[in-house]
């Protein structure tokens, strides 16, 4: 049996180049892949677990793209990843803006969204991966474990902080 059930990832900052501070990655074109990620999520995939990106989009409600800009990104995300043999199990989207919805993390809304779908996965057998503390305290109320993306030393309620996806994964799966 796999150790793991599911790895919830953020997306920008995690998976992908962010987007400056209060700027969106808006389009196909401005998707880049950081460094290692595609073989971290490949090895996540073999794994057996299943693979889930969460991820706040508020600019949808701020009026600087649509939901399908969203979804072109996100397939755009799977074409990089499908190079390196990888691939998303699901995307789950908050595109609303903050303290009106309950799935904008902090809140646990989009993972709670993707486990009642996937009524097998069991939330201690899965973990949140994300560079931001909003998505550790995301992954925490939803029960799941939590692992930041962020320098050793840096105050986080996550179990554990790592430099980037791929050392995250590797420590995770050995
Ligand atoms: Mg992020
Ligand atoms: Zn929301």
Same mark, same amino acid.
């Given at each position: 049996?796999?150790?793991?059930?599911?790895?919830?990832?953020?997306?920008?900052?995690t998976i992908?180049?962010?987007? /400056?501070?209060?700027?969106?990655?808006?389009?196909?074109?401005?998707?880049?892949l950081l460094p290692g990620t595609g073989p971290a999520v490949a090895a996540l995939?073999?794994?057996?677990?299943?693979?889930?990106?969460?991820?706040?989009?508020?600019?949808?409600?701020?009026?600087?793209?649509?939901?399908?800009?969203?979804?072109?990104?996100?397939?755009?995300?799977?074409?990089?990843?499908?190079?390196h043999?990888a691939?998303?199990?699901?995307?789950?989207?908050?595109?609303? !803006?903050?303290?009106?919805?309950?799935?904008?993390?902090?809140?646990?809304?989009?993972?709670?969204?993707?486990?009642?779908?996937?009524?097998?996965?069991?939330?201690?057998?899965?973990?949140?991966v =994300?560079?931001?503390?909003?998505?550790?305290?995301? =992954?925490?109320?939803?029960?799941?474990?939590?692992?930041?993306l /962020?320098?050793?030393?840096?105050?986080?309620?996550? !179990?554990?902080?790592y430099p980037d996806l791929a050392a995250a994964v590797a420590a995770l799966l050995?």
């Amino acid at each position: 049996m796999a150790a793991f059930d599911a790895f919830f990832l953020d997306r920008d900052g995690t998976i992908n180049r962010k987007a /400056a501070e209060g700027s969106y990655v808006t389009s196909p074109s401005e998707l880049h892949l950081l460094p290692g990620t595609g073989p971290a999520v490949a090895a996540l995939n073999a794994s057996g677990a299943k693979v889930f990106v969460v991820t706040n989009q508020r600019g949808v409600a701020r009026g600087l793209m649509g939901p399908a800009d969203v979804e072109a990104v996100d397939a755009q995300l799977d074409r990089l990843l499908a190079a390196h043999g990888a691939h998303v199990d699901a995307y789950y989207v908050c595109p609303h !803006e903050t303290g009106t919805c309950d799935c904008r993390k902090p809140l646990p809304g989009l993972l709670l969204q993707a486990l009642a779908r996937h009524p097998g996965l069991s939330p201690a057998r899965c973990v949140m991966v =994300g560079d931001a503390e909003t998505d550790v305290d995301a =992954g925490l109320a939803a029960g799941t474990r939590a692992v930041r993306l /962020a320098p050793g030393g840096t105050p986080s309620r996550a !179990e554990a902080c790592y430099p980037d996806l791929a050392a995250a994964v590797a420590a995770l799966l050995a």
